[in-house]
């Protein structure tokens, strides 16, 4: 049987008919892969130039602090005693500076020294001699001075008891032995939780490493964080010119627990306003010590009034997008280092070793 020559003619026509459409089918999901694809290449350039521009900034406002501590310590040369107080020029929060390309940055200092060092608890006290073998032995100026901070908490309140349990623990878990002190716990205790670990056994490189140690519940460690420091890692004197007010009620005679009055506190505070205190003796001779200055002999030791250890918390947008750095500068001499940083999107930004920003640019989050 034969077919007429136009059926034919239609069948082929047909055929090419749908081998068009399927290249361009093809063509056409080509091209939009394409794009797709164009544009995430487009966009991830994009970020990354913004995040290279941002951090351009970041290390500008590092740069910035430098000169301002450089400033500061050149001014101090033309006292008798050069001390760090809440006065100077590091210690201001300026103002968001406006940006040609649109946006701002914004950054300040704050004082490390001015915190009490966690890392200072690491080492544990003698028992007092004439005392029987296995008694409690008794607290070093330091932890008891950390269960005195303990216990200025309005929420939550512990009493003495439960502030000298929570410095035990801090104290076994910077120790480098694996024996528990009394109230205390090391790795037999934390071999039981789950997930199960182990005691650092070395001091602390973080404050967030406090949410991992016995008898810190999440309401003492939001307390704490803020009033607390891992710098330097071997401690220095605390500055009482920067200090706040519940950190300074944490000081007071060696065998009293107890922290000075929130009225107290605030009195120490006023007394600074004008210049910060001369020295330790004066602060020492403030009415609050009154008849516990021969009492207070070893607790003087660790109070300083000057700095080394500055915390630069510095912010900037650029097109929306928000990054943070967090710097730990050391001062020695007329020379500034950057010592550790951090940094990240206002998101997920983790302040260095835990140390809460307290400048009022942005709330932050744990370090």
Do not use: H
Not at 53 to 69: I, P, V, W
Not at 201 to 210: F, G, Q, T
Not at 251 to 260: F, G, H, R, T, V
Request: glycine share 6%.
């Amino acid at each position: 049987m034969r077919y007429p020559r136009s059926s034919r003619r239609q069948g082929q026509g047909g055929a090419a008919l749908i081998a068009a459409l399927l290249v361009f089918a093809l063509c056409t999901a080509l091209v939009v892969a394409m794009e797709l694809e164009f544009s995430r290449l487009y966009q991830r350039v994009a970020n990354i130039l913004l995040a290279e521009q941002a951090s351009a900034y970041l290390r500008g406002a590092e740069d910035l602090a430098t000169l301002a501590l450089l400033a500061d310590y050149d001014s101090d040369q033309g006292r008798e005693q050069p001390r760090d107080d809440l006065l100077e020029i590091w210690a201001q929060t300026p103002a968001p500076y406006a940006l040609d390309e649109g946006g701002w940055m914004a950054g300040c200092l704050r004082d490390l020294q001015g915190r009490f060092n966690l890392n200072a608890l690491a080492q544990s006290a003698a028992a007092p001699e004439g005392e029987q073998a296995g008694a409690a032995p008794r607290f070093t100026p330091a932890q008891a001075q950390f269960i005195r901070l303990l216990q200025t908490f309005e929420e939550p309140q512990l009493s003495e008891q439960e502030a000298i349990a929570v410095t035990r623990s801090v104290t076994d878990w910077l120790d480098r032995d694996v024996e528990p002190a009394p109230e205390g716990a090391e790795d037999d205790y934390y071999f039981g939780q789950t997930p199960g670990y182990r005691t650092a056994n070395r001091p602390m490189a973080s404050v967030s490493e406090l949410r991992a140690v016995a008898n810190i519940t999440p309401e003492i460690y939001r307390a704490l964080e803020p009033l607390v420091s891992v710098w330097p890692e071997q401690p220095a004197p605390l500055n009482i010119n920067t200090a706040s007010a519940t950190v300074l009620r944490s000081i007071n005679a060696d065998d009293d627990l107890s922290p000075l009055s929130a009225a107290e506190g605030e009195t120490l505070v006023e007394q600074r306003q004008a210049e910060g205190f001369a020295d330790i003796d004066s602060f020492l001779e403030s009415p609050v010590f009154a008849g516990k200055q021969e009492q207070m002999a070893q607790v003087k030791a660790g109070l300083g009034g000057a700095t080394s250890y500055f915390l630069l918390s510095a912010e900037v947008e650029v097109a929306d997008r928000r990054m943070r750095l967090y710097s730990v500068l050391q001062r020695s001499g007329r020379q500034v280092s950057a010592i550790a940083r951090a940094r990240g999107s206002l998101d997920n930004s983790q302040a260095i070793r835990g140390e809460e920003d307290t400048c009022t640019i942005a709330p932050s989050l744990d370090w």
